[in-house]
């Protein structure tokens, strides 16, 4: 078992590498093992098959709780600050009335996935203290909103135990890859889905016109000081979070005790909400042209670090010890997509802001682009723009969700 931390994190990021470089490869073999295997779920994988194995020690190793509360905060900011106003008004209102309708959906999905699944298998949705299966799932919603940031952020406001969090990542990958397969299969019948929908999709063309436009018009190559501007509002955000957040516990946890039980004593709920906060608001700003040398592109570098430290937390042994939680995550995903295509077709809203208002959700900005550019490439960036939202709303839309689990879960 290797305990040295610098070489865990370079084994880490050779996996990353690999996967990123196979997957760009042109050969038809390794299109078509990726055209079945999505790279983000050999992210999380990967990393779980080497902690399973005992290569290396999730459970021992500090790069976790170092990524999750430097980079992770940095990442939602870099995430949010490149949140285009003007280009989400010109999307119309009907990609943002279905990635809330997505978010609806999470929340409602997991109580309702949680008391249909406890009514039938008591104990599949038992647990105590830690080991509470709500707990567990508090992670998914965060997932499922938002993504890995929101989940690592709602893993440490809720705390359940490594084996629990074990089992609810293999869930939460797998549902939400086979919902993203589902969704890449529907963009192939989208007229016809469209037609069972009695949507109109003809403005689509026009915003794919315009993000192109928007696309060539303000792209460049970064300079040395533009990383220097990203790293310094990056960690300059998170260090001030990380302060303002060591001021807000102990004045709650003081004046007003009876709000531990709703998890606003934890300092990483208040360092993930401000710094949120804050990149909205410097979005506001002329900060936010900072996307056009690379914002969101360096957040994903470290969403997909902070995704390969999750996986190195996953033991695939113990996924077997409670299958039943597969059964919720089905469920959870069946409401969930109930809601969205339902709600479409109450609506008339296209296919297109259906599918990738659900996976803005799901699977947030690591695969939300994909399912937009299964539509069309240069409609790529409207996955992007609408999955910042989910960042943005993740961990407080995620909070509830757990909530309201924990509050079904009391009543079983």
Known sequence: MIQNDATVLGILMLVLGLIFYTAALPQRGWQRFYGVVPPLLLCYFIPGVLNSVG???GATSQLYPVVSRYFLPACLVLFTL???????????????????????????????ALWLVGMVSPETV????PEAVWRGLATIAGSWIGGGANQTALREVFSPSDRLFSQVVAVDVLVAELWMAALIYGAGYAARLDRRLRANASHI??????????????????????LMYLGAVAFGATGLAHFLAEQLVPFLATHFPEAEKYSLTSSF?????LVTLMGIGLSLTPLRQLEHVGASRLGSVFLYVLVATIGMQMDLGAVADNPGLFA??????????GVVIGMARVLKIPFFFAAVGSQANVGGSASAPVVAAAFHPSLAPVGVLLSIIGYAVGTYAGYLTALLMQWVSEGL
């Open 328 to 337: 919720i995550g089905l469920v959870w995903m069946a409401v969930h997509a």
């Open 55 to 57: 290569l290396i020690n």
């Open 205 to 226: 063309a026009d915003v794919q016109q315009r993000l192109e436009s928007i696309q060539l018009t303000n792209q460049r190559i970064p300079a040395t000081r533009d």
């Open 269 to 273: 709920f208040w360092i993930v909400a």
């Open 82 to 112: 490149g949140m285009d106003w003007p280009s989400l008004r010109k999307l119309g209102p009907q990609a943002i009335i279905m990635m809330l309708i997505g978010t609806l959906g999470v929340v409602v999905g997991g109580p309702v």
């Open 126 to 129: 038992a647990g105590e203290g």
